[in-house]
Structure formats: C-alpha cells, structure tokens
C-alpha cells in the first residue's frame, strides 16, 4: 500500500536530500491561551533500519474535547492514508494545534550505543523527549499536563520528567497513544514523518557517483525493498545481507549498533586489525634491549614510568 510522498511532508528531509545528522522540526506554535496539553510518542524503536523518530503534539485544555472528535488514535492501528489525513489536520488549526518531532538519525543511535561509555536507546529517548518538551517551553507555550508513551518502569521516568520540569502533571505509561487523544497525534506526527525519511531515503554513498563509481557498480542492491525494518522480517533479513560491503559494511540507513548487523559483520565481513601504533612503540620501548632501563625513552625516565600500566 502506498505511502505520502516524502516530498509532502514538511518534517522529511528535502528530495535528494541525505539523513546524515539528527534534527528538529516544529510547526507553527498556536497561539490561542493556555494552559496547553502535550502528548509525547515515538516511531521506529525497533527497526534495524533507519530513524527514531519522537513526536511530540499540543493543544490548549480547553480544546480537548474538540480534541476527541479528530480521530486520532495509535498510528499502528491507522493505514497510511489515514495517517497522513491525520497529519493534515494537525496543520489545519494553527490557533489551536501543533507538534513536533525529533528525528535521531542511525549513524546518531549507533554513534552513541557503540561508545564508551555507551549511552545506550533509554537514554537516548528521554533525552529527546526533554528536548522536545523544552523547545515546547521555550516558544511560549504554557504546559499544565504532559501524557508520554513509554516501556519499561513508567514509574522511575514520570519521576524523572517530574523533577526535570516542576509544576507539570506528568502522566507516563504503556499504550498511552491509545489512552490520551493528544497522544495518537504525537503518535501520527511522528509515524509519518519516520515512513517519510525511510520511503525517499538518499543513500549518501551514492552521491558522488564519480568518486565511488567502482563501489557503486556492486551496490544494485540499495534499493527501497526494505520490508518494514524490523530484525525479524524476512524481507529486512534479505535487503541488509545482500547490501553488505565486505570492506565498508552497510550504507548509513543501516544501525550498525543493532546485534543483526553486528553478526553479519563479524561473519561475512573482511576481518580488521586496529593498532595503535604509539602504544606499540611504547611497548617496544618498555621491553627491547637488555636491562630495565635500556631504551627506555627520556620522557618515560623523567616521569619514572615503569610500566604501561602506569599510563
């Protein structure tokens, strides 16, 4: 079933336009009185394929129950067509309704769960969250209640939330976005807009065909046949193992922190040997020649170094 042209949506990247950094789209901000109502869901959590996407949607308390007679609901349970009327009419009220999103681009996710220390897709999450919650602050916005979709211990995170913006109701539990109206919407914003980055996806790789030309002839396989993303889809299987390089791995909209990616590397890629070359030749200096202090450089017998260990 066809999607909304990524053209069409306002918080998709441009046409041949990559994904490479994560960023922030808003709508114009209402500007009938508060206090407002906000509602906090993502997209794309799962999928080994492309963005995370948090979504974030406001009304004034007042609007809710215009609110309940739109039809938004949990975007999972919606078609696409539906969704994007839905998007639609998150742009028909400006007075009255608004929304945001953040999208955490893959090389983003992947950059911060392989670090040291990791800062792993929990920490990730909230901190969008927050960030979305403050820009909503920050563009005058008057928040009495927030209502957040989240797993795990809701408990421990709504007191999190609490601490971080005090004077707000904060309401964090499961299926929310089929509990709270006004999370359905942030719900939709942010289904949206990840189909939209995933469906006119540009592989960066591509770009300067002139440059890579050799690399590209065996990359046939970078088409948009990507299933729905997730580990487990037979289809997503087929497109990340026939889109490996054995040499550079995977093009960007793969998350190559996700255990999936990891085993395919570790089997079917070139194996690589990092060396740090100055450790080595402290190694050598450490351990060559007859005698402790032998060949020991002048830098290590001023700071009295014994060992590497000592660094």
């Not at 993502?42 to 809710?64: D, F």
């Not at 911060?112 to 800062?119: A, Y």
């Not at 979305?132 to 939330?161: F, K, M, P, W």
């Not at 300067?208 to 289809?235: C, L």
Request: hydrophobic residues 35%; charged residues 20%.
């Amino acid at each position: 079933m066809p999607r909304t042209s990524a053209s069409l949506i306002p918080s998709a990247p441009g046409p041949s336009t990559p994904l490479t950094n994560s960023y922030t789209y808003h709508s114009s901000t209402p500007t009938a009185p508060g206090p407002y109502i906000l509602g906090v869901d993502e997209a794309g959590r799962g999928p080994v394929l492309g963005p995370l996407v948090y979504g974030v949607a406001y009304c004034p308390v007042s609007w809710k129950t215009d609110l309940e007679q739109l039809g938004f609901a949990d975007s999972k349970t919606l078609t696409p067509e539906k969704r994007a009327q839905l998007l639609g009419v998150l742009n028909s009220d400006p007075q009255n309704l608004g929304w945001s999103v953040r999208v955490i681009s893959p090389q983003a996710i992947s950059a911060g769960m392989l670090r040291i220390p990791p800062t792993n897709l929990n920490k990730q999450s909230q901190d969008a969250t927050v960030l979305l919650i403050r820009d909503a602050l920050q563009r005058g916005l008057q928040l009495s209640e927030v209502y957040v979709d989240a797993l795990g211990n809701t408990t421990t995170y709504e007191a999190y939330l609490s601490s971080q913006f005090p004077g707000i109701n904060f309401t964090v539990t499961t299926k929310a976005d089929s509990k709270f109206k006004i999370v359905g919407a942030a719900s939709v914003a942010a289904k949206v807009t990840r189909d939209a980055c995933v469906d006119g996806w540009t592989f960066e790789e591509l770009i300067e065909e002139d440059e890579n030309a050799a690399r590209n002839a065996g990359n046939e396989n970078w088409n948009r046949e990507f299933g729905s993303g997730y580990p487990s889809d037979p289809k997503t299987q087929i497109w990340v193992k026939n889109s490996l390089d054995p040499t550079f791995g995977f093009p960007s909209i793969v998350r190559f922190s996700w255990t999936t990616v990891k085993v395919i590397l570790e089997k079917s890629a070139h194996p690589v040997k990092w060396i740090d070359e100055g450790q080595e030749s402290l190694m050598k200096a450490f351990e060559g020649g007859k005698g402790r202090e032998k060949d020991r450089c002048i830098v290590t017998k001023d700071l009295g170094i014994q060992s590497i260990g000592m660094l």
